[in-house]
Every structure is written in structure tokens, then in C-alpha cells.
């Protein structure tokens, strides 16, 4: 039985008494393995997986392609952040004190299950764990800097929560993605609009790297990327799978100034501010 095929089953981790455990969500409440119940209120996140690598895709909605009048890619490219990027559920988002442009992507995460190398797209479904809401945080500000790695925009703490859980016994190509900020939906597109589908992107990265257990393959996101302001919610829900939330705080700059600072170029601002900035330059 692979990823796609039913019931649908979801696991969860959370901090429980100082140590991690993995709990069932019921409702309102989660169960733990030992048949206690607490309230999901209550409960203190963790990511529910721990990677050896999280690996992303640059463009791979046909929404945000047209956005950004972009030529249709023939092939993948991808770019790679750091397992201290990785987030949870109720994660707080950091903004650097002196930076403005920290957009939210939501996308679908797909968390492998089993060690996976020269994989075809046909087996792909069956080496994956399951899938969750995903949300590829960038801090466009540092886009002028690390040659397109984008080491600095994406690469930084916290900046790739997932969660709540991971989901399995859905037929995520039928799922819908859609971003929320402050409960109004700002990013929407279905899976199916994906230009590379994910077993096309699991099979192309595995041809070279060994993808295991517990890594994390994030897909792409939707048009209308835009900035998030100190205290925003924002929201990322796929049908079937869960919704992911994560509030916007404000930490002080680095307190040594080295290196590449935080710049407003026309670069920067053409791709934090996607379709309006192409608006407000041509009025």
C-alpha cells in the first residue's frame, strides 16, 4: 500500500512532560501512545519529522510561472535549507529587526519514508511517508546576495515550518493548497497545477542524491508570494492533509555587522512584491 492509498491516517509529534512523543489527533484532543488525552490546545508542537536535508523546488506552479512571465522550464532546479530552518506548527517566524520583506509560500510538504536512490516515478508513491502543510519562508532582503543559493533568504531559523502532522491515505494530486494571512486567503492553487509533479521531483533528485527517512522535499508554491508584518498569523492548509500556523515576531538585527546587509533593489522588490510591483512600475 503506498502513500496515496486509504484510510487516511495521521501522526503528530509534541513536547509532552519534557520529551517528545508521537500522538493521534481526535478532534479536539491528541491521544499518546499510552491512551492518555490532552487538549490539542494545549499541546506544545514539534516538527514532525527530523531530516537530514530539506530540499525545494525554485518555480513550479504554473500560477506563479505566469506571474512572473517566466519561460516554461524545461527541467527542475532546486535549492537546499539548512534542518535548523525547520519549524512546527505555532512556530514563531522571525524578522530580523531592520528587514521588511518576509514572504510567506505555502506549499506541500512531502516527507520521505524509506531510504530512496534511482527511483523511478512509477515506485516514487511508495517511498514516501506522507505529506503536510508546508510554508517556504523567505526574507527577500538578502536576495542580492549568495548567487541564487538563496542560502540567506530561505536558509535562516525557523524559516521552514511544517505540520501539524503527516498525513498518508490521501490522493494528494487531488488536493488544493491555500495560504491565509490574518484568516483571508492570499494563495490558492491545486496540486495538479504543479509543472513537475512530485513523483517527477522525487525521481529526478534521487537519480544522484540518497533521499531517507525523514527528509523533507518542499514543492513549490502558488502566485501572490507578498511580504508578512510583525504580528501577522499566517496559515497554510491542503485539503485533506491539516492546516499549519504560525504567528510573525520581531527579533533585534545580528548584533555584529558583517557581511551582505539587508537591501531594497529593484531585484528585491520585484520578487517579494511579485504581480503588484509589475503594476506600480508601469503606472
Known sequence: MNVLDGPREEWRRILHEGQPKWVRPEGDHLVLGDGRRIADAEAVYLPPCEPTKILCIHLNYES?????????????????????????????????????????????????????????????????????????????DFRDTDAGSMLRVKGQDGFCPIGPGIVRGIDIRQATLRTYLNGRVVQEGAVSEMIFPIDYILADLCRFITLLPGDVIMTGTPRNSRPMNVG????????????????????????????HQPTESEAVRRVALGADFVRDAGR
Not at 527511483?119 to 510554508?135: H, L, M, S, T
Not at 498569523?233 to 545580528?254: F, H, I, K, M, Q
Request: charged residues 25%; contains cysteine.
Open 64 to 140: 506563479r510561472r505566469v506571474e512572473f512571465r517566466a519561460p516554461v522550464p524545461e527541467t527542475p532546479t532546486y535549492f537546499q535549507k539548512p534542518v535548523t530552518a525547520l519549524n512546527s506548527h505555532r512556530g514563531a517566524l522571525v524578522r530580523p529587526q531592520g528587514t521588511k520583506y518576509l514572504n510567506y509560500e505555502g506549499e506541500v510538504a512531502v516527507i520521505i519514508g524509506k531510504p530512496m536512490r534511482n527511483v523511478g516515478r512509477e515506485e516514487a508513491w511508495d517511498y514516501i511517508a506522507g505529506f503536510a502543510p508546508g510554508n517556504d519562508v523567505g526574507c527577500h
Open 232 to 259: 501577522d498569523v499566517v496559515e497554510v492548509e491542503v485539503t485533506g492533509v491539516g492546516r499549519l500556523s504560525n504567528r510573525v515576531v520581531e527579533a533585534p538585527a545580528p548584533a555584529h555587522r558583517v557581511g
